[in-house]
């Protein structure tokens, strides 16, 4: 209601243009909110995008090269073009990682720029330093955009577009794929996220973006330059959605429209306003570094008490969030059988990983049974942790080769391994710490939805099905944990869990992917000996209750003992004992490793 | 095809000056990245105050077109008050600005460095103005030593004296992380920081050491640039700082050698550029070449490849 | 969703922050704009305008303003950037005791708030936007105290071929609007005088180094250099890096060049014999000039040629907002037509002014000079014949 009155009530046109701008702001702000904030990515290019979308209106809507297009034709054309400039780039660069990402973007902005520039000759595309101007005005079925008020009107209808978006976008399974890769690429991947083309749909969706804002942009000023494209304008952009706070959406809008507005009021000083400006980023940066929407949100959230519910009432952790229908504790119908089979699910045959001459694992060939628990055990460095890189996909080993269920594996990449049905957690703890219990298990089924970015936007069935369904299976998953993982706990954010909950959690989201084998990277590090003993019997039960195929490695003999069908031991990434834990524990070669030669029956 | 073939020796001259200011601008930016894994945008404001000390030096010891005491101890004076005075930029920019940050994402950083550009470069524009300084260099050297010949090509003193400084430098800087003590605590942290810290280096010293070698460097860089193509603004740092940057990524980030090396290229590159093509598409072969490396060996030409921890 | 109300209502507050009220009353106050890139890397000229410009204001204060009211000379700076240009536009038309506007300086610029001054009526006199389609689009208010740049290239072609035999030519150009337009004037001029032997290529301004390119021109053998960059620095750099390299070649620069210690001098030397052409005659030489640039070297250091017109400028300005004001009161419209009816207005540039029915000067000249020494020495003046 607000944004339908404030064209009219603006005291002038001076500040209806700021009022219009700061809309066009907005967009841009959210636009790259959705590759830097929600994504992570460095992305430098940004600027060089909203140009190309302004230059595309102004090269197809002017008589620069006599194209007289419609602006509704306009509009869509200046923004997938972007998009697939975007993707283009993204595609090109995206192997590389963090500050090199943002080195090629950067240098990609700058030749841009410098096109705009030069391509006036031999043939005159750009318009070069004189830039194009006189466009066709904006024509929807006959009714004309040419005042200012119709132009407020129609960039702010479209930077409202963009925030509701943004909004659905956040929650959804790309939102929560994104920030997992955020928070830590690696394990987004092994956990089943296909960081690649996640980032690429983050690429293209700012690019799409700062297209359709380069194209009214170029519309209402009435004409295009280089100088609007170029790196001035991307600091700004940047400054907006950092002081609001990266994926903060309010925080990006109110970043971009207090950064629209205060300028205005300093116009007058000159180098003391750009002066200010970088005393203020400096002492920000220092004293908020989530923005200043992340610290007023943090306010607000601080004084809700986490174990209570909105009416106050105090939250038992009992209370789990169950949908009545639902059945209990159900992972799935046909793993129901609780008998030991001897199917082979698992194969590697004569795997060698080499790291530039040191062997982590040497020719090492096993089978994993269904419905099986195989301890891998072994002196540090003995390659346990190679072993479940090679499985898990993100090494491709050298030599050998891997089947599940009968099909190879091997060189997939990490989360089509995963897709397959092979998960796994980590020994060093990767969650993502800054998301909510409840979403780091729906990340896991990301890579059993299909939604894509329409069904997301105007909420297609599938979108919905596919939500409820995330939502019902995260809290299955969690639920097994009882009140360690659910109740309040759902809302909070994993890094504030206690060490034993997050190695819970690991476990949990690891299921969360619906997952056929886990490889359980020491479930049990860290933890008391009672916290052990549970962790122990959930383990088992997972295989009793659910059927799950499990490869374990482990340092804690007792927990090996109680819970292995069979062992095999490693060193130097030999397998040098295999068989039953005590024939395992009772070999020569295994005592050796870990003790060196002559002893007697350390294990017992 | 004859018209570019006289041009190669003077255009390799030329290239080969320019490359040695980027590469003395793009050490102090690797070092940086080395140690903080941070890329500082306020490196070529550094440049720029350097350069501004140099002119100030100069300014001060020069009446009427004499300088008051000898050519050689002026240059040498100015390049070393340069180097100070941006070593104390460089260093007061890291206490306040980067310091508090340490463990911060890199974003935030990253806009705290350009904070701190905005700052400098308006800083100088309020104090100093928007005027250019010049360096009146004709008070340095006679006339007759200002330009050599060598065949078709044309070397002036001022060239020698670049390229001889700043290998000078180089070589210095080289021998100081190979040899000392310090030079070994400076690779330690740079490999990692923590444990560097818990094998009794005290890593705040070493980065402070860093950001004043750094910009040290780069104040040097200030102040031969001056000296050679005589004027400072206080826009200067703008352009070299992108210009240094650019070769620092080339030769590999974090490497100082491979600033070395990508400074040199970099400026030979635009060199050759120039003859061949318009100029004004120089600087798109510069960050086409950027681009190009960084696909096909994104650690740099000189860098090492690291496999990622898991 | 009441967070969001809330949201919505402090963005609302924040916009409703403002709003003068209307009145053209001569005592509620009179203001005059200046609007420029007064920081990022045109500064330096751009600051020497509104700083020639704060003269002129500061003269008509001491003499008790317009009517007895001071005159405010308020700053727009757009930073170079045309949107930042527009909304500097849309301020000053919206302030309601603004009434002329010296400025925009930049082609660009000016093209892009073309529509927004003229739909106000405020009249705006730049200083330097050269580019002739400025003022070929019908507005009235747009004045320019500079001539257009077709004048000027064709006038410099003229004397590279009459006064300075040229049968070669090399132009280097900055990529900026002003410089770039220049040059195609020029040689546009140089083809249709049977001269065809043109290289043209581009310089970056502020880069300092321009050794690579002259390198090339070296290579070209050219019997003139027209060295087009907007500032005097630049061109020293040019000449001095046209004599190290030793090129043999007359080195012909621009406007800017024409200033003494910013290119004579910083040069040193190696301008001797230099052309160098001007809108104006040399401001030195200039009696009336005198006490402006005593002032302005007094405060703001070295005066190059930016500074003059810039004064000039104002002090038109301020002449038609005092005529507008004789009879209490003042509109826009007004000053525009005041404008208008200046004739023989005589100033400090040397020439008198008379603005033509589409804003630029009546009878512009194009006046070049030879560096001789440390100064500069008339050489001829060309009128397009």
């Known amino acids: 209601m607000m944004l339908i009155v404030a064209p009219h009530i603006m005291p002038n046109n001076y500040w209806l243009r700021i009022y219009t701008m700061s809309g066009l702001w907005v967009m841009l702000a959210l636009g790259l909110n959705v590759v830097a904030g929600f994504a992570g990515l460095l992305d430098l290019a940004y600027v060089a995008f909203f140009g190309i979308g302004g230059y595309t209106f102004a090269l197809l809507s002017s008589s620069q090269l006599n194209v007289h297009l419609p602006f509704i034709l306009v509009l869509p054309i200046a923004a997938v073009f972007t998009m697939l400039i975007g993707i283009t780039l993204g595609s090109t660069s995206m192997r590389l990682k963090g500050d090199y990402l943002a080195i090629v973007t950067l240098a990609f902005a700058q030749i841009f720029k410098l096109l705009l520039l030069n391509l006036d000759t031999p043939v005159n595309i750009t318009g070069g330093v004189n830039g194009i101007f006189g466009f066709d005005p904006i024509n929807f079925f006959g009714f004309r955009i040419i005042s200012s008020v119709a132009y407020a009107y129609l960039i702010w209808f479209f930077a409202v577009g963009v925030t509701l978006g943004s909004f659905r976008i956040k929650r959804s399974r790309f939102g929560r794929g994104w920030e997992a890769i955020r928070e830590d690429e690696l394990a987004a991947e092994a956990i089943g996220v296909n960081t690649t083309w996640m980032k690429l749909m983050a690429f293209a969706g700012g690019a799409f973006i700062a297209g359709a804002a380069g194209a009214l942009f170029a519309s209402f000023q009435d ?111 046909s793993k129901s059988q609780y008998a030991k089979s001897s199917l082979a699910v698992l194969e590697l045959n004569h795997v060698t990983m080499d790291f530039g001459g040191i062997k982590a694992v040497d020719d090492l060939s096993l089978v994993l049974h269904e419905r099986e628990i195989l301890s891998v055990i072994g002196p540090n460095g003995a390659g346990k942790t190679t072993l479940f890189n090679l499985i898990s996909g993100i090494y491709p080993p050298n030599v050998g080769s891997i089947y599940f269920e009968g099909r190879e594996i091997t060189g997939l990449k990490p989360h089509q391994v995963v897709k397959a049905g092979i998960s796994r957690t980590f020994q060093n703890l990767r969650l993502f710490n800054k998301m909510s219990v409840l979403d780091n298990a729906k990340v896991g089924q990301f890579c059993r939805t299909s939604a894509g970015p329409l069904s997301i936007l105007f909420h297609l069935p599938l979108h919905t099905k596919e939500e409820n369904e995330t939502d019902r299976k995260a809290k299955e998953v969690l639920g097994l944990f009882g009140a360690r993982l659910t109740g309040y706990r759902f809302d909070q954010q994993a890094g504030f869990l206690s060490y034993a909950n997050r190695r819970r959690m690991e476990i949990a989201r690891a299921l969360s992917t619906d997952a056929k084998i886990l490889l359980l990277d020491e479930p049990s590090a860290g933890m008391n000996p009672q916290e052990t003993i549970e962790i122990t019997e959930f383990i088992k039960s997972l295989r009793d209750l659910f059927g799950y195929t499990i490869l374990l490695i482990e340092h804690k003999l007792n927990v090996v003992r109680t819970i292995s069908d069979r062992v095999i031991a490693l060193d130097y990434g030999i397998k040098i004992a295999e068989g039953s834990y005590e024939e395992v524990a009772n070999s020569e070669k295994v005592i050796e490793a870990y003790l060196g030669r002559k002893r007697q029956r350390v294990f017992s | 095809m004859e018209i570019y073939l006289q041009q190669l020796p003077q255009q390799l001259i030329n290239g080969l000056t320019l490359g040695g200011v980027y590469a003395l601008i793009a050490i102090g930016y690797s070092m940086v990245y080395g140690i903080l ?55 007061v920019a890291e206490r306040f600005a980067y310091r508090p940050l340490r463990n911060a994402p890199r974003m935030n950083l990253l806009l705290s460095a350009l904070g701190v550009s905005i700052f400098l470069q308006n800083l100088v524009l309020t104090y100093q103005g928007a005027k250019v300084r010049f360096f009146h260099i004709g008070a340095l050297i006679p006339e007759g030593l200002r330009v050599i010949h060598i065949g078709p090509a044309v070397f002036s003193f001022m060239r020698a004296l670049v390229i001889a400084v700043t290998f000078l430098l180089m070589g210095l800087l080289s021998v100081m992380i190979k040899r000392t003590k310090v030079g070994k605590a400076m690779r330690a942290t740079a490999q990692d920081l923590e444990a560097a810290s818990f094998m009794g280096v005290d890593v705040n010293r070493i980065i402070v050491l860093v950001f004043l070698i750094g910009s040290a460097l780069g104040g040097a860089a200030g102040a031969l640039v001056g000296l050679l193509f005589t004027q400072v603004d206080y826009y200067v740092g703008f352009q070299a700082g992108l210009k240094g940057f650019t070769a620092a990524v080339l030769g590999g980030i974090g490497n100082i050698y491979g600033a070395m090396l990508g400074g040199i290229l970099l400026g030979l590159a635009e060199a050759l550029a120039v003859t061949f093509l318009p100029s004004a598409y120089k600087d798109v072969v510069a960050f086409v070449i950027l681009i190009v490396v960084l696909i096909v060996r994104p650690w740099g030409l000189v860098g090492e490849k690291m496999p990622e921890k898991v | 969703m009441k967070k969001a109300i809330i949201f919505a209502l402090f963005i609302g507050i924040l916009f409703c922050l403002t709003g003068p009220g209307y009145s053209a009353d001569v005592k509620k106050g009179i203001h005059v704009g200046n609007a420029g890139a007064f920081t990022g890397d045109a500064a330096a000229p751009c600051m020497e305008i509104f700083n020639s410009a704060q003269i002129a204001v500061d003269e008509w204060n001491a003499k008790g303003g317009i009517q007895g009211v001071k005159i405010e000379h308020v700053m727009g700076d757009d930073a170079m950037d045309p949107a930042q240009g527009v909304n500097v536009a849309h301020k000053f038309v919206s302030d309601d005791l603004m009434y002329g506007v010296v400025g925009p300086p930049m082609s660009h610029i000016a093209q892009a708030t073309l529509k927004i001054y003229g739909a106000a009526d405020l009249a705006t006199i730049t200083t330097a936007a050269s580019k002739p389609e400025l003022t070929e689009q019908g507005y009235k208010h747009f004045f320019r105290v500079n001539a257009r740049n077709d004048a000027h290239g064709w006038n410099c072609a003229l004397f590279m071929k009459k006064n300075l035999n040229a049968k070669r030519v090399a132009v280097l150009n900055e990529k900026v609007a002003y410089c770039e337009n220049m040059a195609k004037e020029t040689i546009a001029g140089l083809k249709k005088l049977g001269i065809t032997d043109i290289m043209q290529d581009t310089i970056v301004g502020g880069a300092k180094d321009y050794s690579a390119v002259l390198t090339k021109v070296k290579a070209y053998k050219p019997d003139v250099l027209f060295f087009i960059a907007t500032t005097a620095p630049d061109q020293a750099i040019g000449v001095r890096q046209t004599k190290e390299l030793g090129i043999n070649t007359i080195f012909f620069g621009t406007e800017g060049a024409r200033d003494k210690k910013d290119f004579i001098a910083a040069a040193e030397g190696a301008a001797e014999g230099a052309y160098v052409y001007h809108f104006a005659p040399d ?52 000053v525009v037509e005041n404008l208008h009816k200046i004739n023989n207005y005589k100033g400090i540039l040397g020439f008198p002014i008379t603005f033509d029915e589409k804003g630029d000067l009546e009878g512009g000249a194009t006046y070049f000079f030879q560096v001789s020494g440390n100064d500069f020495k008339q050489i001829t003046v060309m009128t397009g014949k």
């Open chain 2, 37 to 91: 894994g941070m890329l500082n945008f306020a490196h070529g404001e550094v440049y720029m105050i350097g350069g501004f000390a140099g002119w100030w030096v100069l300014h001060l010891l020069t009446r009427n077109n004499e300088v008051l005491i000898s050519a050689a101890l002026v240059i040498s004076l100015m390049i070393i008050i340069a180097m100070a005075v941006s070593a104390l930029v460089g260093v």
């Open chain 1, 223 to 333: 004409s295009v330059f280089p100088n609007n494209f170029d790196f001035p304008q991307l600091v700004i952009v940047y400054c907006m959605v950092i002081l609001g706070g990266l994926g903060n959406i309010p925080g990006v809008i109110l970043g971009a429209v207090l950064l629209s507005i205060l300028p205005e009021f300093l116009r007058e000083y000159g180098a003391y306003r750009m002066m200010s400006y970088g005393l203020i980023l400096i002492v920000l940066m220092a004293l908020r570094p989530q923005g200043i929407m992340g610290e007023v949100g943090f306010l607000i959230r601080k004084k809700i008490r986490p174990d209570k519910d909105q009416t106050g009432r105090l939250r038992t952790s009992t209370e789990l969030y169950y949908d009545e229908n639902a059945k209990p504790l159900g992972i799935s119908e």
């Open chain 3, 283 to 334: 401001i030195y030489a200039i009696s009336a000039a005198d006490s402006y640039v005593k002032k302005f070297e007094g405060t703001y250091g070295t005066l190059s040629g930016f500074g003059p017109p810039s004064y000039e400028a104002m002090n038109i300005l301020l002449t038609a907002i005092d005529q507008a004001a004789q009879d209490g009161d003042i509109t826009r419209k007004e």
